[in-house]
């Protein structure tokens, strides 16, 4: 209603009333109008103006409450009794708590104890019907008890009709266009669009989840059956601040037609990255695992495509993060298994979920190693290093090139390239585990891989000197980790902690790199378990990455529980683990 301001309360004097009758008669023209919001239109001009409705019916209880008596309140506001009532059947209103508890109040308000003429005697006859009436058509014995004076409890009252207009709503949401008998009928999705607005006083109220949770998994049958963005951010709010609670399937729901509501989950998982203290990569899985996110990306590839690219996003602003890799892994690896679950009930090509991603490396990547023979893996890793050098290759070419869009095209397959080698890193893993026991090939495809997921941009022209430090390591591993005989080679193993040292408050992907190797060669090789123990605990004392051997340690033991990666003899494996991490807890505690 366009004359209806927001209200200022005015000072009570003798002459002057709080409120007067020119306001009353603006809102019960407006009451009218509403009926009882049955329309689209009246149930949404309803939910908007509530606001300054519960303003002015504030102003009508403090006024109501400073009369003698209820012939003055009546004498001073003679619409009062038809405003009340018209609002007490308003399901809008009355299923908002602020609204309905003050509007109970000045009914109660205007009940005369004792009744002094006929106006007081009529009115409490009123007062009685209309809540014997609202509280319950059917139930004699509840309207015996409707006034406060014959015991009634509020709170019942207020449950019922809050029932009433849940019931109500929800009966709207199955009208829509597709349910319609005659396509030349008007099209009634609007109804919900207005549902989902008068559904917002209504978010956190516990008996509204089944209307909220219908609202939510509601199909779209055409452009008009949208929901109210008021609805989703108010559902969004009470979610995140915990104050809503939805079943699994409602909140994926939430996801899709509310970004900000993703967004925010996707956030406070990567929040527990930096905010965990202690965090290993068990612990990483364990809170990817226990989130919704991995099988709502499987439901809806539009999901997917946010939490994929705000990952994406992060990465590229802090690519050296092994944290935020490790938790980009496990994410994927949970993913890939929901959405084999969900391809069994619908065929999708895994495609159309990685429309960036370079689709000759894509299926090459994606696939397990656990899906090929083990004999396959050398000639499959081959395959990869040689395509992923050719996208590097191409993006030199363009750097060199005077157009600057091919060489930003370049860039970009070479990152997206290096973004899918981080989610599919069992990969990585396997490259590891084959450079500790070489055969007669050529070692430099698999140090290649690794140099790539450790240092995927050339800047400085960098990748061919890393790759030189890498092999370097690797022939200094190898050599150490043949030595049957003791004492250890000084020189090779001071060059080993050379390399692998840090740079002052900075961890490099060389030392990643190398430090990852050492691990592997420790775990997978045929040295004795003390033999690998005194390499890798000489190594990591004199280069001060204890912590980080531990965690790459706690990874590896991961991708072998998870099946990414498999082992001849897996018990023995599993066993050198342990041995070196309560090795590397000792040093921690010394």
């Known amino acids: 209603m366009s004359q209806l301001q927001p209200q200022t309360q005015l000072h009570q004097t003798a002459e002057e009333p709080l409120l007067n009758i020119q306001q009353m008669q603006l809102w019960l023209d407006k009451a009218v109008a ?4 049955d329309s689209p239109d009246t149930q949404r001009d309803t939910c908007l103006h509530l606001s300054r409705l519960r303003d002015f019916l504030q102003q009508l209880l403090t006024q109501i409450n400073n009369m003698s008596s ?17 609002l007490c059947w308003n399901p809008c209103v009355t299923a908002d708590a602020t609204s309905r508890r003050l509007l109970f109040q000045c009914l109660w308000g205007l009940y005369s104890e004792r009744p002094g003429n ?6 409490n006859q009123w007062i009685r019907k209309v809540f014997c009436q609202l509280a319950t058509e059917d139930d004699d ?16 009252y207020q449950l019922r009709v809050l029932r009433k207009k849940v019931a109500m709503l929800q009966e709207n949401i199955g009208k829509s266009c597709s349910s319609l008998g005659n396509m030349n009928l008007r099209c009634s999705c609007d109804c919900i669009l207005a549902t989902s607005q008068a559904c917002v006083p209504l978010v956190t109220c516990p008996e509204a989840a089944p209307l909220i949770s219908a609202l939510l998994q ?12 008021d609805f989703l951010d108010a559902l969004s709010s009470a979610y995140s601040s915990k104050c809503l609670s939805l079943d699994e399937q409602a909140v994926v729901s939430l996801w899709y037609h509310n970004l900000s509501s993703l967004e925010d989950a996707v956030l406070r998982l990567l929040e527990g990255v930096h905010t ?10 364990q809170q990817v695992a226990q989130s919704l996110l991995p099988k709502a990306c499987a439901q809806h590839c539009s999901i997917f495509m946010v939490v994929n690219d705000i990952f994406r996003s992060i990465i590229k602003q802090a690519e050296g993060s092994e944290p935020v890799k490790c938790l980009i892994q496990s994410f994927t690896s949970c993913f890939l298994k929901e959405l084999t679950l969900q391809q069994h009930q619908r065929s999708v090509s895994v495609k159309a979920w990685f429309p960036q991603s370079p689709q000759s490396l894509l299926v090459p990547l994606l696939t397990l190693p656990s899906e090929m023979p083990q004999e396959a893996w050398r000639r499959h890793l081959d395959w990869l290093s040689s395509s992923l050098q050719r996208l590097t290759e191409e993006e030199e070419k363009g750097d060199g090139e005077s157009s600057s869009s091919a060489s930003s095209e370049g860039h970009h397959k070479v990152f997206e390239a290096w973004f899918l080698l981080v989610q599919s890193a069992h990969w990585v893993q396997v490259a590891l585990q084959l450079l500790v026991t070489p055969g007669p090939e050529d070692s430099g495809p698999l140090l290649w891989v690794l140099t790539f997921y450790y240092h995927p941009t050339n800047r400085g022209h960098n990748r061919a000197l890393q790759l030189v430090h890498a092999k370097e390591a690797w022939e200094h591993l190898h050599s ?46 045929q040295q004795s378990l003390s033999g690998s123990t005194e390499i890798l605990q000489a190594v990591v004392h004199r280069s001060g990455l204890v912590d980080e051997a531990a965690c790459l340690l706690s990874s590896l033991e991961l991708k072998l529980n998870g099946g990414s990666c498999s082992s001849s003899d897996a018990n023995r494996v599993h066993l050198r683990i342990k041995a070196f991490q309560n090795t590397l807890t000792h040093m921690h505690a010394a």
């Open 34 to 37: 509403w009926g009882q919001a």
């Open 70 to 86: 209820t012939t003055e309140t009546m004498k001073r506001l003679p619409f009062l009794g038809q405003f009340l009532g018209r």
């Open 118 to 123: 006929a106006v007081e005697r009529k009115a």
């Open 141 to 156: 014995a509840a309207a015996q008890a409707v006034t406060k004076h014959m015991g009634i409890q509020p709170e019942e």
């Open 218 to 229: 509601q199909q779209v049958t055409c452009v008009r059956a949208q929901l109210s963005e």
């Open 276 to 285: 965990s203290t202690g965090s290993t990569p068990q612990k990483l899985q």
């Open 480 to 525: 150490l980790f043949s030595v049957l005989a003791r004492p250890l080679p000084v020189d090779r193993l001071q060059s080993l902690v050379t390399l692998v040292s840090p740079q002052p408050q900075q961890l490099s992907p060389p030392t990643l790199l190398i430090l990852n190797l050492l691990v592997n060669f420790a775990v997978f090789s």
